[in-house]
C-alpha cells in the first residue's frame, strides 16, 4: 500500500506482523525509508516508522 502512493525508491522496507497485547491482537506496520542527513547531496540516514492498530473483528 506504501509503494503505490510513494515512489519505489523511497520506501526501503516495508513489514507487517500481528502480535497479540494484552489479550488482543495488534497489527504492527513498520516502513524503511532513507533520509537525507546534510542536504540532498550529503550522505543518507535512515527512518524507521511503525505504526500500530488492533485488529477489527
Known sequence: MAASGIADA???G???TVES??????VIVEL???VPVIG???P???LVVRGRAVVEQ
Open 10 to 12: 523511497a520506501v526501503q
Open 14 to 16: 516495508a513489514t507487517a
Open 21 to 26: 497485547e494484552a489479550g488482543y491482537d495488534v
Open 32 to 34: 524503511t525509508a532513507p
Open 40 to 42: 540532498p547531496l550529503g
Open 44 to 46: 543518507s540516514g535512515t
